[in-house]
């Protein structure tokens, strides 16, 4: 099966930026979707980024479009999550996710992912 490792997360200023990386332990990894996703307490699982199997198209949640960006390098196992002008509303726990189908594209919805990462801790301060 599939394991994911989150790093990166901290704790940053309004206005900062953060890295946040996803290690995939699969022989497989090309194949699959993936996803970032975030949580905070009360709160549902927002989809946040979306890219497909060969790093080709990538989709954002409408309250990241334009701070954040997804990335991967099929060749390391790793995908990204680039995070600019941070704000405290960033704050959240965010999970890394991978879908393995034969088409690949895009995956939005968090039920329909297969693997996930245990979830790393992102605060922003005021």
């Known amino acids: 099966q599939e394991q994911l490792v989150e790093s990166g997360g901290g704790l940053v200023q309004s206005g900062g930026s953060l890295r946040l990386t996803c290690a995939a332990s699969?022989?497989?990894?090309?194949?699959?979707?993936m996803g970032w996703f975030r949580q905070a307490p009360g709160k549902d699982r927002d989809f946040v980024a979306g890219?497909?199997?060969?790093?080709?198209?990538?989709d954002y949640g409408d309250s990241v479009k334009g701070r954040f960006t997804i990335s991967r390098d099929n060749a390391k196992n790793t995908v990204y999550l680039q995070m600019n002008s941070l704000k405290p509303e960033d704050t959240s726990i965010y999970y890394c996710?991978?879908?393995?189908?034969?088409?690949?594209?895009?995956?939005?919805?968090?039920?329909?992912?297969?693997?996930w990462g245990q979830g790393i801790q992102v605060t922003v301060s005021s």
């Open positions: 699969g022989r497989t990894f090309s194949t699959y979707s």
């Open positions: 890219i497909d199997n060969r790093g080709t198209r990538t």
């Open positions: 996710a991978a879908e393995e189908d034969l088409f690949g594209g895009i995956v939005y919805d968090a039920i329909d992912y297969d693997y």
